[in-house]
């Protein structure tokens, strides 16, 4: 069974990049498409994007011109990158496996504050 | 984009009573791509139900799906402790692409 990993600071300050990595095990990153999804405390989930095994992404389109995905596969990561954050942006953010059917497995995921 | 409207947002119900949490779409949804997910506290979702009305692998059968168009239904039979928790209905959009989720509705402990 595939496990995922969020990793990257837990604190970014206004106006500054969101990074986070996705670190994998028990699969290859080429067999999946994936995911990152995100949870303001106490609210909804918002789909970011999700990149397929060939490397194609696709962004939510309210977060289309701030976002951007990517996988290295040397390394089985997928990393997310938000420019321009703002206290919107703070979240617990999740990678999940991806696929027309829904979202199978997905990490535990990772606070980000987006504060000064 | 497809809105996805989820009621009750709150059902309060005892263990052992049946729950039926409704999924309301604004336009037609393939079946094929309407899924249900369970979070309780602290933990990221679950994937319960995908395809309106398959259980994912290792979900109970006290868990069911129906439902097609733009109105779909998740069903817990008879309530454990361990089901009260939050749920999600999502869909998928192959022409945009894009997933979204409905707001959720919250089951608890009457």
Known sequence: ?116 | EIVLTQSPGTLSLSPGERATLSCRASQSVSSSFLAWYQQRPGQPPRLLIYAASNRAKGIPDRFSGSGSGTDFTLTISRLEPEDFAVYYCQQYDNSLPMYTFGQGTKLEIK
Not at chain 1, 79 to 87: E, F, H, R
Request: charged share 10%; hydrophobic share 35%.
């Open chain 1, 1 to 116: 069974q595939v496990h995922l990993q969020e990793s990257g600071p837990g604190l970014v300050k206004p106006s500054e990049t969101l990074s986070l990595t996705c670190t994998v095990s028990g699969g290859s990153i080429s067999a999946y498409w994936w995911s990152w999804i995100r949870q303001p405390a106490g609210k909804g989930l918002q789909w970011i994007g999700h990149i397929d095994n060939s490397g194609s992404a696709n962004y939510n389109t309210s977060l289309k011109s701030r976002v951007t995905m990517s996988a290295d596969t040397s390394k089985n990561q997928l990393s997310l990158k938000v420019i321009s954050a703002t206290a919107a942006d703070t979240a617990i953010y999740y990678c999940a496996t991806s696929s027309y059917t829904g979202f199978d497995f997905w990490g535990q995921g990772i606070l980000v504050t987006v504060s000064s």
